[in-house]
């Protein structure tokens, strides 16, 4: 391919290499997120006053709001306020990790390898390893919580039902697509981010003007989206797994 063609790259690229263990441009990102997330966290921490200000008023009232879902959601305020750090953590890195992406110079500031050109960042949601191992955490975190809810014996009959054909056939089918929540909560979130990260390059090199800039608005909301509903997803298999089988 030529140098002035359109490069696209499904795996990430290695940047170097530490002690034997490969650093790609996913991971440099990933590790961008969590220190704009920290230094954020910080400085609001800082801050925070007794008689808040407009913007600390509006954060607090959308923390509330997410606080109230979850508690209604799970049916319970102990477990809201266990499982809220986690559920807007994956959020915020999700949504950071894709706002990034848009920050000038991610994607054009990198070295040169020979006369191949790699980029020292890259969107972390669009590195499959990346995406499969918040999904491994959700899934985790579900089985977790479904077996220390209701007892191991309990939840095992969701998957492990011997009192009736019918009922073994439905368990053995609910266990594969427990199994399968892995593959789907990666691969949705991988796709959409790295197709979006391509339709856009795709049409900067057509079209280089005006048209990439609406492209980008809505990958935005998309990004907002898919973080959303990763989330989500994490809370409603919660629910799911701490309900009594029937």
């Known amino acids: 391919m030529e140098p002035s063609g359109i490069h696209v790259a499904l795996a990430p690229e290695v940047i170097g290499n530490l002690w034997g263990?490969?650093?790609?441009?996913?991971?440099?990102?990933?590790?961008?997120?969590?220190?704009?997330?920290g230094t954020l966290a910080y400085f609001m921490g800082r801050n925070v006053k007794l008689i808040p200000s407009r913007f600390q008023?509006?954060?607090?009232?959308?923390?509330?709001?997410?606080?109230?879902?979850?508690?209604?959601?799970?049916?319970?305020?102990?477990m809201a306020r266990k499982f809220f750090p986690l559920l807007l953590t994956i959020f915020l890195f999700v949504f950071t990790a894709n706002m990034l992406e848009f920050t000038p110079g991610i994607?054009?500031?990198?070295?040169?390898?020979?006369?191949?050109?790699?980029?020292?960042?890259?969107?972390?949601?669009?590195?499959?390893?990346?995406?499969?191992?918040?999904?491994?955490?959700?899934?985790?975190?579900?089985?977790?919580?479904?077996?220390?809810?209701?007892?191991?014996l309990k939840y095992s009959q969701k998957f492990f039902n011997f009192h009736s054909g019918m009922g073994f056939a439905v368990g053995i089918i609910e266990f594969f697509s427990e199994l399968a929540r892995l593959?789907?909560?990666?691969?949705?979130?991988?796709?959409?981010?790295f197709a979006g990260e391509v339709l856009i390059l795709v049409v900067s090199f057509f079209v280089p003007y005006f048209l990439p800039v609406?492209?980008?608005?809505?990958?935005?909301?998309?990004?907002?989206?898919?973080?959303?509903?990763?989330?989500?997803?994490?809370?409603?298999f919660i629910k799911i797994a701490i309900m009594e089988p029937h």
């Open 21 to 37: 263990l490969p650093i790609t441009n996913t991971l440099l990102m990933s590790w961008a997120v969590i220190i704009v997330l």
């Open 57 to 78: 008023t509006l954060l607090e009232g959308l923390f509330s709001f997410v606080y109230d879902y979850i508690s209604e959601t799970l049916e319970s305020r102990d």
């Open 107 to 152: 994607g054009s500031v990198g070295i040169y390898h020979g006369e191949e050109f790699l980029p020292l960042f890259r969107s972390a949601n669009t590195d499959l390893n990346a995406t499969l191992a918040l999904a491994i955490i959700s899934f985790f975190v579900i089985e977790v919580t479904g077996i220390l809810a209701i007892g191991f």
């Open 183 to 193: 593959v789907s909560f990666s691969f949705r979130l991988f796709g959409n981010i």
């Open 214 to 236: 609406p492209l980008m608005l809505f990958e935005v909301f998309v990004g907002f989206i898919q973080a959303a509903i990763f989330a989500l997803l994490t809370l409603f």
